[in-house]
């Protein structure tokens, strides 16, 4: 088991581009999964490359149980790499497939076929050894890619986005399948780099969420770095609200009236609105932003929470629940409302949600979040 601590880690492709990774600090503890996540060109598969020794650092430190690793070579590292493509040896079985990494370092062949055979175990492939990839389905070789990477002991494994090939029956396998591996074989840290939420969510101990685009530059690349509960319970920033969760959260610009220690008062489209959040910071007629994710929506005249009027866009019924996306002034967002089961409301129907305090995110004009005064489940 390698704690791995990133510190200052930069990466810079030539003079004079931007830095595609900026300023990242990290630190994911003996056998935790962490999972980087992030919109398209944040810089998560670079920065997982880094770790790797695929790619160089521009600046910065990275250890890996202590040891610096700037300057090592991948095999030096402990580390084994899962990528998207599953990079099978067309020629060669499953079994050579898997051993073949331990041959190459001229491990004898007692040695390879245990290890070999023990990994088939954990990942149900014994009955298929001796078949070549092309007789196999995408999930049976991903998880031989999977294979050959436990064959090799290491301190640290790498996935970069390895069920993107795969179609969404097989993903929601894989993933259980590569969650049960963490658990069997906790001693060993794993990263994880996806764009997708539910993997994210469902996965980790940790997530890295990185930004791209300027706000990358200007405030680093990590945008929040905690559990998955962490982030979507306590967002630290506008991106992080409303990059995490699906539907993302609902998000309505505002002017703040007052704050007290416990809550403050922002009027959103002409309603003032109680939220459970020290806002003290502000100034009475600062811009700020209230958030409150769909399924924290209540709706009906009475009730808890301020009152705000809307008209029924559009529905979508998903069977188990339904999304009511809602007209909240002209020209605003939609907001949407997540309800269970089997909504019958018609279009144009008026709907007025209740907005509770205790469900209140705000941010200020830099979208920065202001600490909330009453806590979620972590």
Do not use: W
Not at 49 to 73: C, F, Q, Y
Not at 125 to 143: E, F, M, V
Not at 314 to 342: D, F, K
């Amino acid at each position: 088991m390698s704690r791995i601590e990133l510190k200052n880690i930069s990466k810079r492709y030539a003079p004079g581009l931007p830095l595609t990774i900026n300023d990242a600090n990290l630190t994911i503890e003996k056998g935790e999964f962490c999972v980087f996540v992030g919109p398209s060109g944040c810089g998560k598969s670079t920065l997982l490359r880094m770790v790797a020794g695929l790619e160089t650092i521009s600046s910065g430190e990275l250890t890996i149980g202590d040891k610096r690793m700037n300057d090592l070579p991948p095999a030096k590292r402990g580390v084994a790499m899962v990528f998207q493509s599953y990079a099978l040896y067309p020629h060669m079985t499953v079994e050579e497939n898997m051993g073949f990494g331990l041959r190459v370092m001229g491990s004898n062949k007692s040695e390879i076929d245990k290890k070999v055979k023990h990994a088939a175990e954990i990942l149900q492939l014994t009955p298929l050894l001796d078949r070549l990839p092309k007789a196999l389905s995408g999930g049976q070789r991903q998880r031989v890619a999977i294979g050959r990477a436990i064959v090799k002991e290491p301190d640290v494994f790498l996935f970069d986005e390895p069920l993107s090939n795969l179609d969404a029956a097989l993903r929601v396998q894989t993933r259980l399948e590569i969650a049960k591996l963490h658990h069997d074989i906790g001693r060993s840290s794993m990263i994880y780099v996806t764009h997708d939420q539910v993997e994210a969510m469902t996965l980790a101990d940790k997530i890295v969420l990185l930004r791209a685009g300027k706000a990358a530059q200007d405030d680093g690349s990590v945008a929040q770095f905690g559990s998955p509960m962490d982030l979507y319970h306590r967002p630290q920033n506008l991106f992080v609200a409303e990059f995490i969760g699906s539907p993302k959260m609902n998000v309505m610009p505002g002017r703040l009236v007052s704050a007290e220690a416990d809550y403050a008062v922002v009027n959103v489209h002409g309603v003032d609105v109680k939220a459970a959040v020290d806002a003290r910071a502000a100034r009475p007629g600062d811009t700020v932003s209230l958030g409150i994710r769909p399924e924290h929506l209540l709706c009906g005249d009475s009730g808890e929470g301020a009152a705000l009027p809307t008209t029924l866009h559009q529905m979508e019924r998903l069977g188990n629940e339904s999304l009511l996306y809602l007209n909240v002034a002209p020209g605003a967002p939609l907001a949407t409302l997540r309800l269970e089961g089997h909504a019958t409301s018609a279009e144009g129907a008026k709907i007025t949600l209740r907005l509770r305090p205790d469900h209140c995110h705000l941010f200020d004009a830099k979208g920065q979040a202001f600490r909330r005064t009453v806590d979620l489940p972590a």
